[in-house]
């Protein structure tokens, strides 16, 4: 009976390609809107952990309740024997002390006078111990616009907008002026040897980033820091064993009252990113449900439309002994196999589309001007494998609910009408 | 009622509510026809011939009265036993062929044997023989719009014998054929009565069909005012003599 239906679903366009284009262009739609928003929260999550939150984090108490003012004077101290605590309890997580520091970048002339100055966002990591994960965490390599990575102690990076602003050049030295752990002024001359462009307005505008060393060495921090992040070693975040580990930790020093005893947060405990991401899963639900629904009611009007067209055939078969019941199933099964085509089409296409965004993105950079969010300027679609048949659950439930309501019509036809009904 | 039989009706009463009134399209037919028949249903239009064959095909049910067909009561039939005795033991042809314009002429006489659940190979083989029948085998693979009239219609006789079943149905068979398709196609329905013993019942008023009747029922406002038996086929030997 399959065979049979198929036959006629192919060879009748009418019943089978406007069904079939709404469905695929639906499901098409779909597949592409999920792994777009599969790649905004992907993006967002990824930037915003490889530059400020980690997977997960630690710092002390008083920090954490402070951490948009980055104050260093509550920073972690015995960062080397809590790194290997942590590095022991949690061997699957790579541990990365960084400090982040505000101030000054003052470009002197060849007098040694004030040429340019500009306020800074200051990173620093470490750059210049290999075991260190950060080249590979903040893509090092790839970011470099000028010049090379820093090789010794008291060289540095800045990013390429605020080098063009200032009109620094690779090997310049210049001043930063900042503050110390313990609320002194902090000079450092730091020679810039490459500038980097991160695809993140929030730090391209005024980021350097120095090594962890010459940090602790400038800002008094000895053995201190202010966070220590953590990433899973494939790069994935995993929100429920991070969230497992946030509470291992955290209740290993319940007992300790004092505010500056280490707290660890993950990922989605910073910055209302789970709130974030919830409404994005929340968007991406409702995209869903429109297209369900509004494909629901082209396949149902295409249906109506067909049994008016098919008034006939369903009238001879109805009349050759078909059950009203077996008709209605094989009209929904029509349905199913031109729901299956779609989605399948739909869906290929949709995967091509989002595989081109994938590898190609969009860049928005004109979008994120003056933006705080750690948000990489070129949005990229990201392909999972729920996007795979994400596509399917739109398709078949449109034509589920299309097919079942203008099937309906096969149970109001009355047999006693059919003589009169097939010769008209 | 008779087990002999194939249709019997007794007081057999069709109404159909029209506002206040009532109209009588049956009105207590008492009729049987017996296996091999080839009888038909004659008067003017109104007279309750296609509410008859729609009744004897259990597409409807009575008003009144008691219908058997096959041993079946048609006025018992829950929906789902009158189209299974339909889709088994009944087949119909229309004025109009009603053949499935997506579907090739094998498809077409193919498919109440796949509402039978008959295998590929047996369906295949019945098929063949049915288009025989009617002389359309070298057109298996055309779709009903590149067949005449008298074609389709010959299609139509072979999707309602390819099931073989006991009675067929045709309600104006005739009506959309020129002269000598209707000779074409009522040879071979009287050729399957004779030869396979189906029941033929028609519903017509064209002179031609009744010319090749062995029976004729008249029915004038819903009553049988005539049933005559002729002791030969005219359209195949000669002309009527009714008994």
């Keep these: 009976m399959i065979k049979f239906l198929l036959k006629g679903i192919l060879r009748d366009r009418s019943r089978s390609l406007l069904p079939f284009l709404t469905i695929s262009c639906g499901v098409m739609l779909t597949v592409v809107l999920y792994s777009w928003m599969k790649g905004a929260e992907a993006n967002i999550a990824e930037s915003s952990a490889r530059f400020d939150y980690g997977h997960l984090k630690i710092m002390t108490r008083a920090y954490a309740e402070e951490a948009e003012l980055i104050p260093n004077d509550l920073a972690l101290v015995g960062v080397s024997e809590l790194m290997a605590k942590v590095a022991k309890d949690f061997p699957q997580i790579e541990w990365t002390p960084r400090i982040k520091f505000g101030g000054l970048l003052d470009l002197p002339d060849e007098k040694g006078e004030t040429l340019v100055q500009a306020p800074i966002s200051g990173l620093a990591v470490n750059l210049l111990n290999p075991p260190s994960p950060e080249k590979d965490i903040l893509n090092l390599e790839n970011a470099l616009v000028r010049g090379r990575l820093p090789q010794e102690a008291g060289e540095a990076l800045l990013s390429e907008e605020l080098a063009q602003r200032l009109g620094i050049q690779p090997g310049n030295v210049a001043t ?127 249906g109506l439309m067909g049994n008016i067209r098919r008034h006939g055939e369903i009238g001879v078969r109805l009349a050759m002994g078909e059950d009203k019941g077996h008709l209605y199933r094989s009209l929904i099964s029509e349905s199913f196999i031109i729901g299956c085509l779609g989605s399948a089409v739909g869906t290929l296409i949709g995967l091509g589309l989002a595989y081109y965004l994938q590898v190609k993105g969009i860049n928005v950079a004109s979008l994120m001007e003056n933006s705080s969010i750690f948000i990489s300027e070129v949005m990229r679609a990201r392909i999972t494998w729920f996007g795979t048949v994400v596509g399917f659950i739109p398709g078949f439930a449109a034509t589920l609910i299309g097919s079942s309501l203008s099937g309906l019509s096969v149970y109001r036809r009355q047999t006693s009408g059919l003589m009169k009904e097939l010769e008209a | 009622m008779e087990n002999n039989q194939l249709i019997l009706t007794q007081k057999l009463t069709k109404i159909y509510p029209m506002g206040q009134h009532q109209l009588y399209a049956l009105k207590e037919v008492d009729l049987s026809f017996g296996p091999g028949e080839f009888a038909g249903l004659v008067g003017p239009s109104g007279s309750g011939k296609t509410t008859f064959l729609n009744i004897v095909g259990s597409l409807d049910v009575p008003s009144q009265g008691q219908v058997e067909v096959l041993g079946r009561r048609i006025e018992t039939l829950t929906h789902k036993e009158a189209a299974e005795l339909r889709k088994k033991h009944i087949g119909f042809i229309f004025q109009t062929f009603n053949l499935l314009p997506v579907y090739t002429v094998f498809e077409n006489v193919e498919f109440p044997l796949i509402l039978l659940g008959l295998p590929s190979s047996e369906r295949r083989q019945r098929v063949m023989e049915a288009l025989e029948w009617v002389r359309l085998a070298d057109r298996a693979n055309s779709r009903p719009a590149q067949l005449s009239g008298g074609e389709c219609q010959r299609v139509a006789i072979a999707r309602a014998i390819v099931k073989k079943p006991a009675l067929i149905l045709a309600d104006e068979p005739t009506a959309n054929l020129d002269a000598e398709n209707s000779h074409n196609i009522l040879q071979i329905m009287a050729r399957l009565n004779q030869e396979l013993g189906i029941t033929f019942i028609f519903a017509t008023h064209d002179e031609k069909v009744i010319g090749y009747l062995k029976r004729k029922i008249t029915l004038v406002d819903g009553r049988v005012t005539k049933d005559e038996t002729y002791s030969s086929q005219p359209g195949m030997e000669g002309h009527h003599e009714a008994s």
């Design chain 1, 176 to 302: 930063i002026i900042s503050q110390t752990m313990s609320g002194s002024l902090a000079l450092a001359n730091l020679r810039f040897v490459g500038t980097i462009h991160f695809g993140i307005q929030a730090l391209d505008a005024q980021a350097i980033l120095i090594d962890l060393a010459d940090a602790q060495r400038i800002l008094d921090m000895e053995d201190a820091c202010g966070e220590i992040l953590g990433f899973f070693k494939d790069r994935i975040f995993r929100p429920k064993v991070a969230a497992a580990m946030t509470k291992q930790f955290n209740t290993s020093f319940s007992q300790d009252a004092d505010r500056f005893a280490p707290i660890m947060k993950n990922l989605l405990d910073q910055g209302g990113l789970a709130d974030l991401l919830g409404m994005a899963q929340n968007v991406s639900s409702t995209i869903i449900f429109v297209f369900v629904l509004a494909m629901s009611i082209v396949l149902w009007n295409a």
